[in-house]
């Protein structure tokens, strides 16, 4: 039997211990408001994310190194491009994180490189600190380095490296492998990007960022790292909710045998996927931040453990990835001319092809006439005007450029010279109105 006295001294120990967690958890926590605040003042990014080629890479892990942290060369490309490998912390949980396997896909890197920077200049923090003391984080922030030197999906043998975990014919499989079963890190985080156009469930609203806590099996196993990672993710998930709610998603999460992801999460390292879209309105570098608040809202949550009270719900809860209800442009009421006449087409619908951003916009038509639940990032109701395409004619895979003359104008459409004689109203070329902005309705 206890007496009082003892009861009422265990009891006082167990709240001051309680008070004390509370206290360190409080010291250790940022808000996500605190993490967007920390990247908009301290980025070292300075270059949009698309644009970035390896030299770039390579003057960003300069700046690191004069920083102090550690970085190796730990492999070259197929076309003998250093492929580094940053590290920061010392503790016990190892963590993997690998960006831009594909060339294409770069937004991660940007972001990568800003939180190992920020972490390096800001170690006196008890945060950091933290972190740096019970998490050991390896980044690879630019595996395809050849990939992005042109901007392109695969690498210099023209292979997908993300299809090649089996067989590893390139040089960045083998090494992306070897990095992984050297080290046996406790939790993998594969950061890519997916299509602009990808929605958050069958809704016409872009999926800026989706997320997959990936299984190792075709039979969707689940084992304790899969269950922390669930609540891992579900924790980013309810950081960027206070940024971009309603335009995260989940990635599909059907098993690929020859994929990264789910061959990590096989060999023991079990991963989180990352897929970075876009968002109307919004420009690379805001995607950027985004990652960075995701990306370090996840490790804080593994250093201070508090991921093990976060419900799964978050991440369960969020739509599927959806396509095919959204595109960037629409033209409704088109009438176009036919020879000497003017004819209705119905509403056109156009994609923007993904290029660099200091590319010039390229917009395709994707559509013609009826296009059913079909809705556009931007929407114009043309039908005042006679629309003309720059080569007249109106085709899906043509170009979207357009040029607009109010209808009741008296016009020679078989003139030569038409644009000299007859200046359209509007015109629309290279995704902006270089003519004319506000003169044909938008209607979204």
Do not use: C
């Amino acid at each position: 039997m206890y007496d009082v006295k003892t009861v009422y001294l265990k009891t006082m120990k167990t709240v001051g211990f309680i008070l004390l967690f509370v206290s360190m958890m409080n010291a250790y926590a940022q808000s996500p408001k605190d993490l967007a605040a920390i990247w908009d003042k301290d980025h070292i990014s300075t270059i949009f994310p698309s644009d970035v080629r390896h030299s770039d890479l390579k003057a960003y892990i300069e700046k690191l190194k004069k920083l102090g942290l550690k970085i190796d060369e730990v492999g070259r490309s197929g076309a003998g491009r250093e492929i580094y490998q940053t590290e920061f912390g010392r503790g016990p949980i190892k963590v993997f994180m690998w960006s831009q396997m594909h060339g294409d896909e770069p937004t991660a890197t940007s972001s990568l490189i800003d939180m190992l920077a920020y972490f390096q200049t800001h170690r006196n923090k008890d945060w950091v600190k933290n972190i740096e003391e019970k998490l050991t984080i390896r980044a690879v922030p630019m595996l395809n380095p050849d990939g992005a030197e042109v901007y392109k999906r695969r690498n210099l043998q023209d292979i997908d490296i993300n299809r090649d975990a089996v067989d590893l014919k390139t040089p960045e499989a083998r090494l992306l492998k070897q990095l992984r079963d050297n080290w046996n890190p406790a939790i993998g985080f594969n950061l890519h990007n997916q299509q602009s156009l990808t929605t958050a469930g069958n809704i016409p609203k872009q999926a800026a960022i989706s997320f997959l806590v990936v299984y190792g099996d075709a039979a969707k196993t689940t084992n304790d790292g899969h269950e922390r990672n669930l609540r891992v993710t579900s924790a980013m998930v309810d950081s960027l909710n206070t940024f971009i709610a309603g335009n995260i998603a989940k990635y599909g999460d059907e098993f690929t045998s020859t994929a990264f992801g789910d061959n990590f999460s096989a060999w023991g390292t079990p991963v989180i996927l990352i897929e970075t879209g876009a968002l109307h309105g919004k420009d690379e570098m805001f995607l950027v931040k985004m990652n960075f608040v995701a990306f370090v809202t996840a490790l804080n949550s593994i250093a201070t453990a508090s991921e093990k009270t976060q419900s799964p719900q978050p991440y369960l809860s969020l739509p599927e990835n959806g396509s095919g209800s959204l595109t960037d442009l629409i033209f409704r009421n088109v009438n176009t001319v036919n020879g000497t006449t003017v004819e209705p087409v119905g509403d056109i619908a156009a994609a923007t092809v993904r290029r660099r951003a200091s590319f010039g916009v390229t917009n395709t038509i994707r559509n013609v006439g009826v296009i059913g639940a079909l809705t556009g990032l931007d929407e114009y109701d043309t039908a005042g005007f006679v629309t003309l395409q720059r080569f007249r004619t109106i085709r899906p895979g043509d170009l979207a450029e357009f040029s607009f003359y109010r209808k009741g104008r008296v016009i020679d459409w078989t003139s030569a010279d038409l644009d000299k004689m007859f200046p359209p109203d509007a015109i629309f070329s290279q995704g902006k109105w270089v003519k004319g902005e506000g003169v044909v309705p938008k209607i979204r």
